[in-house]
């Protein structure tokens, strides 16, 4: 079946616990991106990569980094949490050309103590 | 920059009524896109639509339908005799390609609520 997979799904961490949420696309597609929702704020891309080893900064990349090893992960890490990234967070892929077609994942809800 | 306005935070209607989600948008780009994404209660996000800028007609696909005007700098979602299932909340979006790369921005999302 084709789907973009993240874990966890859920976590609870505390303040500058560094952690990784992963996300694995089956579809090998070029394009993969974060996206955080908050309520009132919609949802706002944090990072993407048209490709492997090409990333860039989405619109609230501060705190976030990530990378883009293989075409099929594209892990988000959280070197230094802090409780203003406590959302919900969306990997997606797309296939070519570049993100014209956004398949999600299915969220990882994460609260930073 | 770009913005994308969504200036209808919920809207409750009775099902078989039609109703209309707006959308605003701002870029200075000639060449972008647009986009509908509906979030059901549970929770998954699911493409709808996709226009890019050269393409103002109208689309019509089954009870769901799009009007692109760029002189409003708009793209407006009508669902017509609305059902219990199309209540979620759905997300408007931009993409600029100016320089080939894919940079996204959401609206604030519009929560549609349909009664029996």
């Known amino acids: 079946e084709a789907q973009v997979t993240q874990n966890p799904r859920y976590l609870i961490t505390v303040t500058g616990k560094k952690l990784t949420v992963t996300c694995s696309q089956n579809?090998?597609?070029?394009?993969m991106s974060w996206y955080r929702q908050d309520p009132g704020l919609g949802l706002r891309q944090i990072y993407y990569?048209?490709?492997?080893?090409?990333?860039d900064k989405g619109d609230v990349p501060e705190g976030y980094k990530v990378s883009r090893k293989e075409k099929r992960n594209f892990p988000l890490i959280l070197e230094s949490p802090s409780p203003n990234q406590t959302s919900l967070y969306f990997c997606?892929?797309?296939?070519?050309?570049?993100?014209?077609?956004?398949?999600f994942g299915e969220g990882s809800r994460l609260t930073v103590l | 920059a770009q913005k994308v306005t969504q200036a209808q935070t919920e809207i409750s209607v009775v099902e078989k009524e039609d109703v209309t989600l707006d959308c605003v948008y701002e870029?200075?780009?000639?060449?972008?896109?647009l986009f509908w994404y509906k979030q059901p209660p549970s929770g998954e996000l699911v493409f709808l639509i996709r226009?890019?800028?050269?393409?103002?007609q109208n689309e019509i696909s089954g009870r769901y339908s799009w009007n692109f005007q760029k002189s409003t700098s708009s793209f407006n979602f009508t669902i017509t005799a609305s059902q219990v299932v199309d209540s979620a909340v759905y997300f408007c979006?931009?993409?600029?390609?100016?320089?080939?790369?894919?940079?996204?921005?959401f609206g604030t999302g519009t929560r549609l609520k349909v009664l029996a």
């Open positions: 997606a892929s797309s296939p070519p050309p570049g993100g014209l077609k956004l398949f």
């Open positions: 226009r890019n800028s050269f393409d103002e």
């Open positions: 990569s048209m490709n492997v080893e090409v990333t």
């Open positions: 579809m090998n597609h070029e394009y």
């Open positions: 979006a931009l993409s600029e390609a100016r320089t080939g790369t894919y940079k996204y921005i």
């Open positions: 870029t200075r780009d000639t060449t972008y896109y």
